[in-house]
């Protein structure tokens, strides 16, 4: 099966070609096409687990060609599997597939049919180079390719203004965040003369490089990933993405693209092992955005834009696993996050379908009755997210929080915080389900008499992503609840080959935590969830939709006003300069410096057409004039 | 085989003078599409057999001789650039001819042969006559055809370059008096110019440099462009954009480098900050621009000031990322000019705020237009990645102690290059429709088509290129 990797990427893209250029021929089968690519590279990826499965050894590359092949520079087109790129694999094609299938009766309707699932598949395409890459170069021909097909995504609709304006603020943010990557490429390639995944390591390890210069790497690649992965000081575009269709705010903006920092970072483990500082600024950070974003999604009254945000403030928790050095952690809330935000995406596409496009939750409620379906699904994913066990977001937080308690002088406060926002989490999640499907129906009565279930195409990916939210959790059963049972901790002994010694610190006994700490942990976690559903139960069982926010909530509703902030100290002000510069140092000044040495120049001849006068007299006084001159320099310089 | 690259478009543009209006054009396209062919041959003898040379005396009273020699993949690569414009050009408009279409062809040929002289030429004076043998007829192009202030514009386009190119001769001559057996031969002046003081160098850097400067143009040396761009017919700005430019360029690899490398060493600091400074300027300004051609002259000033840096950044890395960023600039900006010039064609317009909405009724229009501009912002798997990438290696690993600053500031460069060429796009294909604009004919999609594969192909797998510039450093930086 290795040896067909190729055919991972090759199928998304022979579909992207097949229905780009047939997109008008093809009709409707192109969806069917282009689900039919992921399918067969989920196949694949599946064989490649197994393959995996057993084996314990290193990676597999595969040789595609040379892409950089100069004399002081070698960079192969090469494809690299190991159990990390395994994992991705799967959720990539798997999810994909399932959104592939979603996408065909949600964008039925769509004149873009065709276009659509070409974009979608040059998506798949893109993302599978970003984890298969066997090097930073090959990893991020993928990265800007999964921003590339962000962009088109979000612009899809291009006839509105403040879609492609948002798909432009994705493109831009996101180029901030590469050109982090792009001098990270500098400076490893300037100090290790390779790009290679399997030479760094050991370079690395044995290089008598400053500690100074690794962190420099580990910091400017740390931005990429913000910019990707949505974090601070780069997250206002992903809230903004949610202009696109919303099978692609479930597959790019939730499930995969936004995952490929945490990926990027977890395959740099042998980096950031080296550099704990590092480390401490993206713990810091992760926690400084799930806090926020929480924040943020509590007041939002677009169902997508909670959605988003709290996908935000969930990466947030991913990056807080990394700032530990919890490599297995991230990856483990990476899947589970990736089932139950598919789920809810989806289960907003189904809800904003069933309203005729309205995303405003304050015009939806009691949506439960007609939409059966939906409404079970939705609520699943909620109660996973929200960490109640033994639904699967609950082990994949407890296993970060475990991990951020246990860790470093200040572990304990940074748990305090994390729980804060997982309470957060618990809240604004159930604030949604109970304003949106509790309660009395709030739309017009055109919508009323529209209301209806999604076709099965659309409910059957919920129910099986919502089967995947429940049973998600069981691949990282925590040692002291499965030693018992005889389960191990499975995700842990597939990613162990993966992750270079010492950072595979993760038994709670390693931690330092008796088995009873740990128990006592998880309990307050199960409590902090259920005080946030509480909250919310309490707050929203009677809904009052035109309650103005106010004081501290207003802040949240306005999102902390970063994007203001961020148009008014960087935008205006550099639209500004360039109009200034336009104006005044191009015209006025380097071009009038121009045009006035050539104006000088005519003034001048213009002056001196006068000394030929053709008076005979004049010529012979001026020449009895320049042999006086000629006469005293003489003497002057002799005198010297 | 290397005078044919000379004579066929010389002998010919004279001829065109002369045809009637209709054949002219035929044989205008068919005389670019032989040369083409002649180009295609050359390449593959290069690659099996390596240089090819053809020296005859030409003023041996002087030391002048008329020596053409391919030496290096970098000639090869601009040779074909050269070679592969003219026709795509007639190509992309052949359904719309100029006026007085034969005096039009005639011109453009003549231009051909200058510029395919300036890059094959390895005898200073007769590098400096093709030199100015580009430029004449690139001057009447320029004041005959194009928008209302072309005349003052075009003047001071060719005062500018031609003041740049006395100060340039005066360098030759200068260089010319101290050969030790008074030649014009490349080797004689690479042998001259490294024996004289580095005092004489530094003076002699400014006088070639600057003259090369305003060809390409680098800070703060640009401002004839954008003017001379947004006036000048669309055909004739392709060839300024995506060959003329690189003369600069060629002339700093092939001339300035070998003959003045000490002096190249002690003001590289200089140039590469001025370049560097380009970038980030030139970027800012292409923001805010509302004339299309004024934009992506911007755009191209950036991307000029970016190969410049990395020249200078005396790296042979970064160097050999010029070269392949030379030709790939100018497949990506000619691709850019066509469909500026499809637009003016059907929307008679040049401001950014006038279109908008193509996207419906145009889709391949669209589809190339994002295309092409992603390859301008150096997307991965487009030709413009690669280039980019080594280049900034280059310059990141410059001997120099601002190699850091440098760097992030030209990468500065990376990020306003995406918002300027987006908004473009946003408003020339995006929006509600506005006009029943026609997507392309069958020659503008063979054009673009063409193109589209080129950038994907050496995006992809850019090992062709890499090969030329790099089986021949040693030419290369000789």
């Given at each position: ?49 197994n393959e995996l499965r057993g084996s314990a050894s290193e990676g597999f590359t595969y040789h595609v060609l040379d892409f950089i092949r100069l004399d002081s520079m070698h960079i192969p087109f090469n494809f690299y599997v190991d159990h990390l790129t395994s994992i991705f694999l799967l959720t990539v094609t798997g999810i994909g597939f399932l959104i592939h299938l979603y996408s065909i009766a949600y964008m039925s309707h769509d004149e873009g049919f065709g276009k659509f699932f070409s974009y979608l598949n040059l998506f798949i395409f893109s993302m599978l180079l970003l984890v298969l890459g066997s090097n930073y170069l090959i990893m991020f021909i993928g990265w ?224 439960k009755k007609d939409l059966k379906i939906t409404y079970f699904t939705f609520a699943i994913g909620c109660i996973a997210i929200a960490g109640i066990p033994p639904l699967s977001g609950f082990f994949s937080k407890d296993e970060i929080m475990m991990h951020v308690y246990s860790s470093g002088t200040y572990g304990k406060i940074y748990w305090v915080f994390g729980m804060l926002a997982a ?218 | ?478």
């Amino acid at each position: 099966m290795l040896n067909l990797i190729w055919l991972v990427p090759l199928l998304p893209l022979l579909g992207f070609l097949t229905t780009g250029l047939f997109r008008n021929q093809l009709g409707k089968s192109a969806g069917w096409i282009a689900s039919a690519a992921v399918f067969g590279s989920f196949i694949i990826s599946c064989g490649i687990f197994n393959e995996l499965r057993g084996s314990a050894s290193e990676g597999f590359t595969y040789h595609v060609l040379d892409f950089i092949r100069l004399d002081s520079m070698h960079i192969p087109f090469n494809f690299y599997v190991d159990h990390l790129t395994s994992i991705f694999l799967l959720t990539v094609t798997g999810i994909g597939f399932l959104i592939h299938l979603y996408s065909i009766a949600y964008m039925s309707h769509d004149e873009g049919f065709g276009k659509f699932f070409s974009y979608l598949n040059l998506f798949i395409f893109s993302m599978l180079l970003l984890v298969l890459g066997s090097n930073y170069l090959i990893m991020f021909i993928g990265w800007e390719g999964v921003g590339l097909c962000s962009y088109l995504l979000i612009g899809f609709w291009y006839t509105n203004h403040d879609y492609t304006n948002a798909a432009k603020k994705a493109f831009v943010m996101n180029r901030i965040g590469d050109l982090g990557f792009l001098l990270g490429m500098f400076l490893i390639f300037s100090k290790f003369g390779t790009l290679e995944f399997t030479q760094l390591p050991e370079l690395i390890a044995t290089s008598s490089v400053s500690n100074s210069y690794l962190a420099a790497i580990g910091l400017c690649l740390f931005i990429g990933a913000t910019g990707k992965s949505a974090q601070i000081p780069l997250f206002t575009w992903l809230p903004d993405a949610m202009a696109g269709p919303t099978p692609v705010s479930a597959l790019i903006h939730a499930a995969t693209m936004v995952t490929a920092g945490i990926f990027m970072i977890t395959r740099s483990n042998f980096l950031y092992s080296l550099i704990p500082d590092i480390q401490h600024i993206i713990l810091i950070v992760g926690l400084l955005t799930a806090l926020i974003a929480a924040t943020i999604a509590t007041q939002q009254n677009d169902i997508k834009k909670v959605l988003a945000y709290s996908t935000v403030s969930q990466l947030g928790f991913m990056f807080m696993a990394l700032g530990v050095g919890a490599y297995t952690a991230a990856v483990f809330h990476v899947i589970t996050h990736a089932f139950f935000k598919a789920l809810l995406f989806l289960g907003s596409g189904s809800v904003i379908h069933a309203m005729s496009g309205e995303q405003d939750i304050r015009k939806m409620g009691g949506l439960k009755k007609d939409l059966k379906i939906t409404y079970f699904t939705f609520a699943i994913g909620c109660i996973a997210i929200a960490g109640i066990p033994p639904l699967s977001g609950f082990f994949s937080k407890d296993e970060i929080m475990m991990h951020v308690y246990s860790s470093g002088t200040y572990g304990k406060i940074y748990w305090v915080f994390g729980m804060l926002a997982a309470l957060m989490t618990a809240y604004y999640m159930f604030r949604l389900l109970l304003i949106t499907f509790f309660g009395s129906f709030r739309g017009t009565e055109h919508q009323k008499e529209h209301l209806h279930e999604s076709p099965a195409l659309m409910t059957m990916p919920l129910m099986l992503l919502a089967l995947l939210s429940v049973i998600g959790g069981y691949i990282g059963i925590p040692a002291v609840l499965g030693h018992n049972l005889g389960i191990h901790h499975a995700l842990e002994e597939f990613l162990e080959p993966v992750l270079v010694k010492g950072n595979t610190l993760h038994h709670a006994s390693e931690l330092g935590l008796s088995h009873s700490q740990e128990l006592v942990l998880m309990a307050l976690a199960v409590l902090i969830a259920l005080i946030g559903i509480g909250l919310a139960y309490n707050a929203f069982k009677k809904y009052n939709p035109s309650k103005q926010s106010s004081g501290i909530a207003r802040v949240f509703e306005d999102k902390w006003y970063f994007d203001e902030a961020y148009d008014r100290t960087m935008v205006k002000p550099l639209f500004h300069v360039s109009e200034l510069n336009n104006e005044y140092t191009e015209k006025k000044g380097i071009d009038g410096l121009v045009n006035g040495i050539g104006k000088w120049i005519q003034y001048s001849s213009q002056k001196l057409k006068g000394l030929q006068s053709g008076l005979v007299g004049f010529y012979i006084f001026l020449m009895v004039i320049g042999m006086i001159l000629l006469f005293v320099s003489q003497l002057w310089f002799n005198k010297i | 085989m290397l005078i044919l690259l000379i004579l066929i478009p010389l002998c010919l543009g004279i001829l065109t003078f002369f045809l009637p209006e209709k054949i002219a054009s035929i044989i205008a396209l068919a005389g670019n599409c032989i040369t083409l062919v002649v180009a295609g041959l050359l390449y593959s003898a290069y690659s099996h057999e390596g240089s090819y040379v053809l020296n005859q005396p030409w003023i041996p009273t002087l030391g002048a001789s008329f020596h053409l020699e391919v030496s290096s993949g970098l000639q090869i690569l601009m040779l074909i650039l050269t070679a592969l414009t003219f026709p795509l050009i007639a190509l992309v408009s052949w359904s719309k001819q100029p006026d007085q279409s034969n005096r039009f062809h005639a011109l453009m040929l003549l231009t051909q042969a200058g510029l395919m002289g300036v890059f094959l030429a390895k005898d200073a004076l007769l590098f400096y006559m093709f030199w100015e043998l580009a430029l004449i007829p690139v001057y009447f192009l320029c004041s005959m055809y194009g928008g209302e202030r072309r005349i003052s514009v075009t003047f001071k386009f060719f005062v500018y370059t031609f003041a740049g190119s006395l100060l340039l001769l005066s360098a030759i001559l200068y260089i010319y008096v101290h050969t030790p057996v008074r030649s014009f031969a490349l080797n004689d002046f690479v042998a001259a110019g490294r024996s004289l003081p580095l005092a004489q160098q530094k003076v002699l850097f400014w006088l070639m440099f600057t003259a090369f400067a305003i060809k390409m143009p680098v800070f703060p040396f640009h401002t004839w462009q954008p003017d001379t761009y947004e006036q000048t017919n669309t055909r004739v700005t392709v060839v300024l954009s995506a060959v003329m430019v690189k003369m600069g360029l060629f002339a700093v690899i092939q001339w300035l480098m070998p003959v003045l490398p000490e002096a190249c060493d002690y003001w590289k600091n200089v140039v590469m900050i001025l370049s560097v400074t380009g970038i980030v300027y030139a970027s800012m300004l292409a923001m805010v621009q509302t004339n299309i051609k004024r934009l992506i002259a911007y755009s191209s000033i950036a991307h000029i000031g970016l190969m410049c840096a990395a020249l200078f950044s005396q790296q042979n890395l970064g160097q050999q990322g010029v070269a392949i960023q030379m030709f790939n600039h100018g497949i990506n900006i000619m691709g850019l000019w066509f469909l500026v010039y499809m637009v003016e064609s059907r929307l008679n317009t040049q401001k950014l705020n006038e279109m908008g909405g193509v996207a419906k009724t145009a889709p391949w229009f669209t589809i190339f237009l994002v295309l092409v501009s992603l390859a301008n912002i150096a997307l991965p798997l487009t030709n413009g990645f690669v280039g980019e990438f080594v280049m900034f290696n280059g310059l990141f690993n410059a001997q120099t102690p601002y190699r850091f600053g440098l760097t992030i500031f030209a990468g500065l460069g990376v990020i306003l290059s995406a918002v300027y060429t987006l908004t473009m796009i946003q408003k020339v294909a995006y929006g509600e429709q506005k006009f029943d604009f026609k997507d392309l004919n069958m020659q503008e999609f063979i054009v673009m088509g063409l193109l589209a594969a080129l950038i994907l192909w050496l995006g992809f797998n850019p090992s062709i290129l890499m090969d030329l510039v790099s089986l021949n450093q040693h030419a290369f930086l000789k």
